[in-house]
């Protein structure tokens, strides 16, 4: 079947956007399919399958107020600055609503948004889109249940992401439950496949990522929720910061992390640490303070340069100063 065919098929249902059309025609009740030459009967049932189930998840003008108004809250809370950051949603199996790029996200407008197809074609919107849409794109591939990222720089998540120190597990309650385990994803140039790929190991247990020398990401079942669950994570990141200055951080025991995450499974959310048994529930262990600054070689205090340059040269003042002592 290669010669140019066109195919009615009964419309399912409504679309989402006036754009969405390509390489389909909407004629009434019916979608005109034109089967170009080249097209195969297998093409055909791709197509058809997605029309009966392109249902569109969310609204769209809806959605593009909420984009833009998440791109409001990153801004004011400093999450981002000048074009940085991105977010998307879902709009249907093959639509994602996503913020373009060279745009600051605090003064976004609803028609500035675009739309891609789930493979990466940018169907509408005045500007492109940014290259690490690519990271989104392959987080909805792997997760169907993920209907919107946020990504973006947030100071104190992204304080641990260049330190590369590993998020502490069961310290507080509410990141227990809502977050559950925080990975740190590999460092990969931005904007590449590979960037894109780099979270993907993780993505299935979990929604809220550090990324190394980067930012974070945090997915959710709609826009709202990926973006609070950035709000959770930055903020435990400057409470564990803020912690530091005054003295360790004291993890929760056995039964009570056990019990947060009975609550965690009631509402729905999967944590690998009750499924596999032998994994213990809070490692990495978290270091004692000291040890952990003398791991990133730096003071949390702001003092420059490594702890044993100071140690040193405090030790050599204090030989002197009592060797004149002796003398004198
Ligand atoms: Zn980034």
Redesign the pocket.
């Known amino acids: 079947m290669r010669d140019l065919t066109l195919v009615l098929i009964k419309r399912k249902s409504k679309f989402a956007s006036a754009e969405y059309a390509s390489p389909w025609s909407l004629r009434g009740n019916y979608v005109g399919l034109t089967l170009h030459a080249g097209g195969t009967c297998a093409h055909i049932r791709r197509m058809q399958t997605e029309i009966g189930r392109d249902e569109p998840y969310f609204d769209e003008g809806a959605m593009r107020e909420a984009l833009c108004e998440i791109g409001r809250r990153v801004w004011m809370r400093e999450y981002v600055a000048s074009n940085?950051?991105?977010f998307s949603v879902r709009l249907s199996s093959d639509r994602v609503l996503a913020t373009p790029t060279m745009v600051s996200k605090g003064f976004m407008r609803p028609e500035e948004l675009a739309i891609v197809t789930l493979d990466g074609n940018q169907v509408s919107g005045p500007r492109p889109v940014t290259s690490?849409l690519k990271m989104h794109l392959a987080i909805y591939r792997a997760r169907p249940d993920v209907r919107a990222v946020v990504?973006?720089?947030p100071p104190h998540a992204t304080a641990f992401a260049i330190t590369r120190r590993p998020l502490p597990k069961c310290v507080l309650p509410e990141v227990e439950v809502l977050l559950g385990e925080i990975p740190m994803t590999p460092y990969e140039t931005?904007g590449t496949h590979a960037f894109a790929e780099a979270l993907l190991p993780y993505v299935r247990d979990h929604n809220a990522f550090l990324?190394t020398n980067?930012?974070a990401v945090t997915v959710g079942q709609d826009p709202y929720e990926a973006y609070y669950r950035m709000e959770t994570l930055d903020q435990y990141c400057r409470i564990l910061i803020l912690a530091a200055h005054i003295g360790n951080w004291q993890q929760l025991d056995h039964e009570q992390v056990v019990s947060l995450l009975k609550i965690r499974e009631k509402l729905g959310y999967r944590d690998r640490r009750l499924e596999e048994k032998d994994r213990p529930l809070c490692s990495p262990e978290v270091p004692p303070r000291r040890a952990s600054l003398e791991d990133t070689g730096r003071s949390l205090e702001g003092c420059a340069g490594p702890r044993h340059k100071h140690e040193e040269l405090i030790a050599e003042i204090t030989r002197r100063v009592l060797a004149r002592l002796r003398q004198g």
């Open positions: 940085d950051g991105n690490e990504h973006v720089h931005p990324l980067h930012g």
